[in-house]
């Protein structure tokens, strides 16, 4: 067989792989500035040995120009020719214009002039192609001539190609990478015998997986990195877990046995042990670098977005701008990365402003298979990677059969993000040596691959034997490590049976001065959040000045005029005027704030305007960074358009900088359902499953103002469903005032809970949705429950109205123009945990009461009915009024959360205000 032309049978599993040279077109084959000096001095080389005939140097320049496009082809396609499949399955034809006679050298024994091309002057077109075979069609496939710097793809061709470009390591390099291989595999078969049937997940077939990571830990640490954050789904992850992550064996076996993760007097739910994280700190030639394994749950690619929001609040906690010191690492399933949305989300925050982590390394464990489904049928594109061009990041496609090449990626890989701070693709050609988990049949639906699978050696015989082949290692080197490594197991093994969890894997590091809420100590509930007066008046300044030299938009101006005249006078303080006020004294008191959403700056309602853009020349200026306070600072991002993937990076955000606020805002508040895997899988149960604790804030605009269904409904029953065991806060509040204090108490705490606030579209602007200078200055705290500033006496009283939100204002005006004096109207201004103890103390001082109305603008199946009746009637026992039970006034049970004819929303919304005043 000609070395030229071989019979290539290993390429991507897809059949229109071998695209038409047409495709090739002049921005992928167009010889560019480096390429074109090449020919030039080729020229130049045959005129100084002697070669001065016009003719004879425009056949130099010619042939010249046809070699450097035989290379430029390699750098385009020569990825197609790869040996990546271990298993050999993926059949395609070799592509017709990697070989020379498509080019127009049919004698492979032609010289032709190279200019240095290559590392050559001259050069036969037989070693030309020899070599570029061995660049690009050995077990490293590259691709990056998608990419249109011309600087990045100068560092790849520099690492891969030319007649000195070789994958090298010492002996004892080579040593280390099998030994990691080894325990990879040993560790798997370990776990099959002991605990036989059970789950794992095993990375078994892909265990190059090992050294991989451990040569990202070796040289990210050489390059300045000192704090990698790790995502992975379950495949593989017990592995990690042991193997990079450092956690003791004999930890794991004790969950194997049913024992707990954490001990015995943490409580929360817990999780499969193919779920957990850990954290470590791993040193490599006296680099010390600390490695965290974030938790996730089984949505696949879901805590991709954690950790890069993780990473990125370690950067800036740090002050590393450009994220040379932290690296987020990722690891993808083939069918997951092609798959998963939140993926393409992801690279697309990559290199946004207060989203970019510096570069992202994405190695996806490619198993050539999804759970059943074959690749023909799980994507549109030849790779799985392929979605990472979107982003023109470097893809080294690389076989897991050959250790030394996955290991080598990576060290490329790790180089170019130092290099350029940008996302970079491992795409590892592996397999599944059993089923989805070890109790699947894998051949029901891939007969042939697991055929061949069966027969297929492991990793460690496959590189042992080439190392032994290399005089590395002697023949009995293997099987003495296989030993060696199995009595320690069994050694951690038996020492499982006592070992006990000591300490619980939070509240450490960034979290150590905070602590989980004492039920008993009411005054961690509810804390002073007032402000001095002088830091009220700093403020004032602060949110209205203009400076001279900033040209604001009109009514912009006069917006502030009116804020100004707000302040000053110490009355109509509005909506956006009190979160201003909460998030300035927050920076003040040594917090930081960041705010992220679509359109947060300006604001969705025009109603915050937290950033000013100049009207002549774009700047951006925002108040609150012009404080020039220490420490952390004040952030408004509006974020691209994406829910899943933005709030997931705010959560990740959260965990990592307890001393941040961190707010997500929904452009409105039915939007966050785009996010409902971070809301059900994260921010509601992380705590519980995982010993995860966040701060993070939700702002969901909420309200019924005739919008239609789309845009009324923040679904406050799901956040209501998914509340238990003290996991989080739901609010729903109506004042500037109330508004400013939840906001300050969420920090000024010693602990931390997500906090949803149901925020308001109509009450922005509302006249009797305002506050005074002496609700934020002085004493004063949040108020869970809000009396009736009208109502009658409580001895008066014979009917409540308990409400939350907007609807409470709607009941004011309507009782006062119907001369109603027996009725209060209370707002239930935090609906989780539900205020029963202060809302048993007012129905106590109501002794001529005869009924109690839970008055909602949501359908009856909908909004706080389904939480709250059962709570109002324990109330009403504990309060002295046994057997009165609440009454519901609300829209009917719906489908669809609300109308989208404005007549028929008025009719609604006048007939259960009516309902509930017992009009």
Known sequence: MDAISPDRKQGPSWEKANWPISELDDANLGLDPVESNYVEQAKAAAQASGVVDEAELIRVADNAIRAMMIIRTYRVRG??????????????????????????????????????ALGFDRATIRTIVGILQANYCGTVGVEYMHINDLEERRFLQERVEGKNAEIHFTPEGKQAILEKVIEGEQWEKFLA????????????????????????????GQLGVTEMTIGMAHRGRLNVLANVMGKPYRAIFHEFAGGASNPEDVGGSGDVKYHLGTSSDRSFDGNEVHLSLVPNPSHLEAVDPVVLGKSRAVMTIRGDKHGKTVLPILLHGDAAFAGQGVVAECLMMSGLPGYGTGGTIHFVINNQVGFTTSPQFA????????????????????????????????????????????????????YRRFGHNEGDEPSFTQPLMYAEIKTHPPISEVYSQRLVDEGVIGSQWLKGKVDDFTRHLEDEFEAAEEFRPTTADWFGGRWAKLQMPDESVSGRRNTDTAIPAEMYDKLTDVLTHVPEDLDIH??????????????????GIDWATGEALAFGSLLLDGYGVRLSGQDSGRGTFSQRHAAWIDQKTGEKFIP??????????????????????VMGFEYGYSIADPMTMTLWEAQFGDFANGAQIMIDQFIASGEAKWLRASGLVLLLPHGYEGQGPEHSSARLERFLQLCAEDNMQVCNITTPANYFHVLRRQMRRDFRKPLVIMTPKSLLRHKRAVSKRDDFVGEGHFFRILSDPDGCPSDKVKKVVLCSGKVAYDLMDKRDEAGIDDTQIIRIEQLYPFPIEPLIKRLSDMPNLEKLTWCQEEPRNQGSWLLAHELLERCLDEAGHSGMRPVYAGRDAAASPATGLAKRHAAQQAALIEDALGL
């Open 379 to 430: 994507r549109s594109s030849p790779y799985p990677s392929d979605i990472a061009k979107s982003i023109q990041a470097p893809i080294l496609h690389v076989n897991g059969d050959d250790p030394e090449a996955v290991t080598w990626a990576c060290k490329v890989a790790i180089e170019f993000r130092q290099t350029f701070g940008r996302d970079v693709v491992i795409d590892m050609w592996c």
């Open 554 to 571: 009109k009514t912009l101006t006069r917006i502030l005029k009116a804020k100004h005249k707000a302040l000053s006078e110490g009355e």
């Open 624 to 645: 609150l960074r012009e404080m020039k306070v220490p420490g952390p600072r004040f952030e408004v991002r509006d974020s691209p358009l994406s829910e899943y993937g």
């Open 79 to 116: 990825h197609l020719a790869a040996r990546l499949d271990p298993l050999g399955l993926s059949h395609h034809e070799f592509p017709k214009e990697l070989t020379p006679e498509w080019h127009g050298f049919p004698d492979l024994d032609q010289e032709v002039w190279l200019g240095g």
């Open 193 to 220: 015998r002991k605990y036989v049937g059970t789950k794992r997940f095993g990375l078994d077939g892909g265990e190059s997986m090992i050294p991989a990571l451990e040569a990202i830990i070796k040289y990210g």
